[in-house]
């Protein structure tokens, strides 16, 4: 059974930085198995993949994030981070991280982060 908490979310000016983690609840050998992705969801807007992150390390961002962005795990912590710089005010959201193995997927209960310009 996996389980995904988030933390690091705050408020933030513009240009800031912030560094979401994402810590799983299972087993490090399951762990490594996962494709992790981190999504987020603006007032009013669909949620989106903002980055995500294989089990060979492979990386992926949205458009709107790369060369600000970073996303990366540590297999030993079961934690996969969100190295955020050069915030936004439409960076605004609620990010979520998520899980997948196979057809299987698991959603964290997400942490706010806010972008004050």
């Known amino acids: 059974q996996v389980q995904l908490v988030e933390s690091g979310g705050g408020l933030v000016q513009a240009g800031g930085s912030l560094r979401l983690s994402c810590a799983c609840a299972a087993s490090g050998s399951a762990f490594r198995l996962l494709r992790m992705g981190w999504y987020r969801q603006a007032p009013g807007k669909q949620r989106e993949l903002v980055a995500s992150i294989t089990s060979g390390y492979s990386t992926d961002y949205t458009d709107s994030v790369k060369g600000r962005f970073t996303i990366s795990r540590d297999n030993a912590k079961r934690t996969v981070y969100l190295q955020m710089n050069s915030l936004k005010p439409e960076d605004t959201a609620v990010y979520y991280c998520?899980?997948?193995?196979?057809?299987?997927?698991?959603w964290g209960q997400g942490t706010l982060v806010t972008v004050s310009s």
């Open positions: 998520k899980s997948r193995l196979g057809t299987s997927e698991v």
